[in-house]
């Protein structure tokens, strides 16, 4: 009989028996299945669970339970039962059983586990207050009292879907998707204990050393300390140390490393540099545990000289005078055909570090930007210039006229006053207007109550013998147009600009 003699003759009985409204017929050849509901669950310690089965048809089907392998006799105590409370672990299956006694097919194995009193306790190695990405970590699990037994071992996060045999889990070269809440419970046929504690794992993407190198400024004779420094520095790391090397790609990083003697892996987390002469930059990297994946290292750190050599030097100067602005060159030299210069702080601007100059190579800092630091060249042979302390301050040392930058208007009240550096100066300035002395007294401002057109004009004052850069105020009429604020305007500015000389003044730290 092929199959589909053997399915017509199926339709013809199922046909025959709807027509007939006898069961009996039909389940002579349709033998229904019973389902028992959950097929799988744990029990919480001193819990149970209700097992249901269920014959999908209307006739009575008296329901009998098994538990363990398919040959075990019904458990006589739940026959009959539609639905039963069990708190004991096992393999469980039901069917049906009609009046007539035939048997329905036996439903799929429940398998119910449930839970010892013990509580599995978990551990973390190393014990490190905050793990970094690319270190390893291993978690292990304990059963207390469960030692000689055969245990397999469950674990959260739950994305470990493997079934473990070995009470430890060993985590390498680490990532956000190792961060969690790690747990372990023990699993023995089918009885678990309780999920153990709960240790959280928040692995940091960061890990900043920080170096420090002192002095800061190389005199003869004296030593460098260079200092590494970590968020939690007593939990094992090993430092190694590296000189910083010029690298011509300067939109990459500016530098490579290279090893400093004996330089690799030092528990000590500073490094003594004996007989430096010329300025020099460092790096620390930071490590620990046999496995460490990613290489942290520090920014790179400066040690200066303020001595000049032949083969690489900077010099500074002189002060170009422009129109509103003034700047100052660097000039690098020495044998190498490139340069670049740096600074320290770095700069907000990038100018002059970004490129390799031909040459001798000429930087220009605009004076109008406060870009005091330290500056030096660099070669692209790889050397080092000596370093200069740039401090762009207002080149007069005597005293500066203070005048608004607006025209003012006629009419309102406006104070002028002298200024030194940044501080006010009072007593005893005198004042001029268009040069003529128009006030030498203990008043600290010059005031007008009420601004006029005949107050315009250039202003200048005298303080201690010297005399400050003219600077001109513009005024302009209260109610009408500002017919005549253009080429006031205009040559204040050139006033503005000539008495705002600045200059550097230059210290070389020794
Ligand atoms: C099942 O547990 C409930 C409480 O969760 C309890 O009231 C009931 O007696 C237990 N039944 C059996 C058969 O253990
Ligand atoms: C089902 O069983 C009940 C009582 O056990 C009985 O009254 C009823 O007739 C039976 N129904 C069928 C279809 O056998
Ligand atoms: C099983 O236990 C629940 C309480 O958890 C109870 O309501 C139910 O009647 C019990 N069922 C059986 C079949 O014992
Ligand atoms: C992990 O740490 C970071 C900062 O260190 C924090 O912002 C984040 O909330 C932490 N995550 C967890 C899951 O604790
Ligand atoms: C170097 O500096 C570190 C940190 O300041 C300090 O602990 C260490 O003693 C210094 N070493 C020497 C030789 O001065
Ligand atoms: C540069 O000089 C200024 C002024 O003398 C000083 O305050 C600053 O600390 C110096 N900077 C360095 C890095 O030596
Ligand atoms: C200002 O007055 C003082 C004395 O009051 C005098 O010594 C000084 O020479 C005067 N300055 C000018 C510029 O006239």
Same mark, same amino acid.
């Given at each position: 009989?092929?199959?589909?003699?053997?399915?017509?003759?199926?339709?013809?009985?199922?046909?025959?028996?709807?027509?007939?409204?006898?069961?009996?017929?039909?389940?002579?050849?349709?033998?229904?299945?019973?389902?028992?509901?959950?097929?799988?669950?744990?029990?919480?310690?001193?819990?149970?669970?209700?097992?249901?089965?269920?014959?999908?048809?209307?006739?009575?089907?008296?329901?009998?339970?098994?538990?363990?392998?398919?040959?075990?006799?019904?458990?006589?105590?739940?026959?009959?039962?539609?639905?039963?409370?069990?708190?004991?672990?096992?393999?469980?299956?039901?069917?049906?059983?009609?009046?007539?006694?035939?048997?329905?097919?036996?439903?799929?194995?429940?398998?119910?586990?449930?839970?010892?009193?013990?509580?599995?306790?978990?551990?973390?190695?190393?014990?490190?207050?905050?793990?970094?990405?690319?270190?390893?970590?291993?978690?292990?699990?304990?059963?207390?009292?469960?030692?000689?037994?055969?245990?397999?071992?469950?674990?959260?996060?739950?994305?470990?879907?493997?079934?473990?045999?070995?009470?430890?889990?060993?985590?390498?070269?680490?990532?956000?998707?190792?961060?969690?809440?790690?747990?372990?419970?023990?699993?023995?046929?089918?009885?678990?204990?309780?999920?153990?504690?709960?240790?959280?794992?928040?692995?940091?993407?960061?890990?900043?050393?920080?170096?420090?190198?002192?002095?800061?400024?190389?005199?003869?004779?004296?030593?460098?300390?260079?200092?590494?420094?970590?968020?939690?520095?007593?939990?094992?790391?090993?430092?190694?140390?590296?000189?910083?090397?010029?690298?011509?790609?300067?939109?990459?990083?500016?530098?490579?490393?290279?090893?400093?003697?004996?330089?690799?892996?030092?528990?000590?987390?500073?490094?003594?540099?004996?007989?430096?002469?010329?300025?020099?930059?460092?790096?620390?990297?930071?490590?620990?545990?046999?496995?460490?994946?990613?290489?942290?290292?520090?920014?790179?750190?400066?040690?200066?000289?303020?001595?000049?050599?032949?083969?690489?030097?900077?010099?500074?100067?002189?002060?170009?005078?422009?129109?509103?602005?003034?700047?100052?060159?660097?000039?690098?030299?020495?044998?190498?055909?490139?340069?670049?210069?740096?600074?320290?702080?770095?700069?907000?601007?990038?100018?002059?570090?970004?490129?390799? =100059? /031909?040459? @001798?190579?000429?930087?220009?800092?605009?004076?109008?930007? %406060? $870009?005091? +630091?330290? &500056?030096? #060249?660099?070669?692209?042979?790889?050397?080092?210039?000596?370093?200069?302390?740039?401090?762009?301050?207002?080149?007069?040392?005597?005293?500066?006229?203070?005048?608004?930058?607006?025209?003012?208007?006629?009419?309102?009240?406006?104070?002028?006053?002298?200024?030194?550096?940044?501080?006010?100066?009072?007593?005893?300035?005198?004042?001029?207007?268009?040069?003529?002395?128009?006030?030498? =007294? /203990?008043? @600290?401002?010059?005031?007008?109550?009420?601004?006029?057109? %005949? $107050?315009? +004009?250039? &202003?200048? #004052?005298?303080?201690?013998?010297?005399?400050?850069?003219?600077?001109?105020?513009?005024?302009?009429?209260?109610?009408?147009?500002?017919?005549?604020?253009?080429?006031?305007?205009?040559?204040?500015?050139?006033?503005?600009?000539?008495?705002?000389?600045?200059?550097?003044?230059?210290?070389?730290?020794?």
């Amino acid at each position: 009989m092929d199959m589909s003699m053997r399915h017509t003759l199926l339709g013809l009985f199922l046909l025959a028996s709807l027509f007939s409204g006898n069961a009996q017929v039909k389940y002579l050849f349709e033998k229904p299945t019973a389902i028992l509901r959950p097929i799988s669950y744990e029990i919480p310690l001193g819990g149970n669970v209700t097992l249901s089965c269920s014959v999908e048809d209307s006739d009575n089907w008296t329901i009998l339970w098994y538990r363990g392998g398919s040959n075990d006799e019904p458990m006589t105590e739940y026959e009959g039962k539609k639905a039963i409370n069990v708190s004991q672990s096992g393999v469980y299956s039901c069917r049906g059983r009609s009046d007539s006694g035939r048997l329905t097919y036996k439903s799929d194995y429940a398998i119910i586990k449930d839970t010892l009193p013990i509580t599995a306790i978990i551990t973390i190695q190393p014990k490190w207050t905050q793990i970094y990405m690319g270190e390893t970590f291993t978690v292990r699990c304990e059963i207390p009292g469960g030692e000689g037994t055969y245990w397999s071992y469950d674990w959260r996060p739950k994305r470990f879907t493997t079934y473990y045999t070995t009470n430890e889990r060993t985590f390498y070269n680490v990532g956000w998707e190792d961060n969690g809440n790690y747990q372990c419970r023990g699993n023995k046929g089918n009885s678990l204990t309780q999920w153990s504690n709960v240790i959280p794992v928040n692995i940091s993407f960061t890990l900043r050393p920080v170096l420090t190198v002192s002095p800061s400024w190389l005199s003869p004779g004296a030593s460098v300390n260079l200092s590494c420094e970590v968020e939690y520095p007593s939990e094992g790391w090993l430092f190694s140390w590296y000189k910083a090397v010029p690298y011509y790609k300067i939109t990459e990083e500016p530098y490579t490393y290279e090893l400093l003697p004996d330089g690799s892996k030092t528990a000590q987390s500073f490094y003594i540099i004996n007989g430096q002469t010329s300025t020099a930059g460092y790096v620390c990297r930071v490590e620990r545990g046999s496995n460490f994946y990613h290489k942290y290292y520090s920014d790179p750190k400066f040690v200066w000289s303020a001595d000049v050599n032949s083969a690489a030097s900077l010099t500074v100067g002189p002060v170009v005078q422009n129109f509103g602005y003034d700047s100052v060159k660097l000039t690098c030299k020495g044998n190498s055909p490139s340069w670049r210069v740096r600074k320290f702080p770095e700069n907000r601007r990038p100018y002059c570090s970004n490129f390799w =100059d /031909s040459g @001798e190579s000429v930087c220009t800092i605009d004076t109008t930007y %406060s $870009d005091d +630091g330290v &500056y030096w #060249c660099e070669s692209m042979s790889k050397e080092f210039s000596n370093a200069v302390n740039i401090t762009i301050q207002d080149f007069y040392s005597g005293p500066i006229m203070v005048i608004p930058d607006d025209p003012v208007k006629t009419g309102t009240f406006v104070s002028l006053s002298c200024k030194l550096r940044r501080k006010k100066i009072f007593p005893s300035v005198a004042f001029y207007h268009n040069n003529k002395l128009i006030q030498n =007294d /203990s008043r @600290e401002d010059l005031n007008f109550l009420a601004v006029s057109n %005949s $107050d315009e +004009g250039s &202003y200048k #004052c005298q303080y201690s013998g010297k005399e400050s850069p003219s600077r001109y105020m513009s005024v302009k009429s209260a109610a009408g147009p500002e017919s005549s604020a253009f080429p006031v305007t205009a040559r204040m500015k050139v006033v503005n600009a000539v008495a705002f000389i600045l200059v550097m003044m230059l210290s070389m730290n020794q």
